[in-house]
């Protein structure tokens, strides 16, 4: 079974600085997709920024950007030029080819201040 | 575009009620479908998803019950809520071909007093 692992709890960020956040994952597959979520205090779940395992290249999108790396079954995000929007949980999430079961990590609660 | 309603936004029933949330997805056809719960804090907990009417695969034994009656609508609901019930719960859609990203729907926070 696949594990999603995110090891901060909790993070804080000055306003306009980059922050990272890390996730790892655990699997047997070669095939699948990694995704990240966001859950500001209103609680909607809004994706971020998904990535294709089979794709070498790190995908970005506008403030955010991943540094996934295969071999190491790590699927970072980072986020430049914080705004206090950003103030939410965030979620790494895994899912397999063809497969209708995510599996979500345990959640980063980040904070940016001003 | 696709659009997902979950209703009510917000419930308070007290121990031993019944319990019934719905979720309706628009603009697209035979959806994969999800409910989800989250503690408060917490990440979020798989519990039931369909790939089509009257197909329903429960990830955590426990009190609640799913149905999908039509292509999209899914339901979830108890006969008895209990204590540990309270939590907030999300629906969910994925269309069902290899990368489709989960879409997830307002949620709903229950209450169980």
């Known amino acids: 079974a696949q594990t999603v692992t995110q090891s901060q709890p909790e993070m804080s960020v000055q306003e306009a600085e980059t922050v990272t956040l890390s996730c790892t994952y655990d699997t047997s597959e070669s095939n699948y997709y990694l995704f990240w979520y966001k859950q500001p205090p209103s609680r909607q779940m809004i994706l971020v920024i998904r990535?294709?395992?089979?794709?070498?290249q790190n995908a970005t999108e506008n403030r955010f950007s991943v540094n996934f790396q295969k071999a190491a079954k790590s699927f970072s995000l980072k986020i430049s030029d914080s705004q206090l929007g950003d103030t939410a949980m965030y979620f790494c999430?895994?899912?397999?080819?063809?497969?209708?079961?995510?599996?979500f990590g345990p959640g980063t609660r980040l904070s940016v201040l001003p | 575009s696709q659009t997902i309603h979950q209703w009510p936004a917000t419930l308070v029933q007290p121990v031993g009620s019944p319990l019934s949330l719905e979720c309706t997805v628009e603009g697209t056809s035979n959806p994969n479908l999800y409910w989800y719960r989250q503690a408060a804090g917490r990440g979020l907990q798989l519990l039931f998803y369909s790939v089509g009417i009257g197909q329903i695969s429960s990830e955590v034994p426990q009190n609640l019950s799913a149905s999908r009656p039509q292509d999209r609508q899914f339901i979830l609901s108890s006969k008895k809520l209990l204590l540990s019930d309270s939590g907030f719960y999300l629906c969910a859609w994925a269309q069902d071909y290899y990368n489709s990203p989960l879409h997830f729907g307002n949620g709903t926070r229950l209450t169980v007093t």
């Open positions: 990535q294709e395992a089979y794709k070498q």
């Open positions: 999430a895994f899912m397999k080819t063809y497969g209708q079961n995510f599996v």
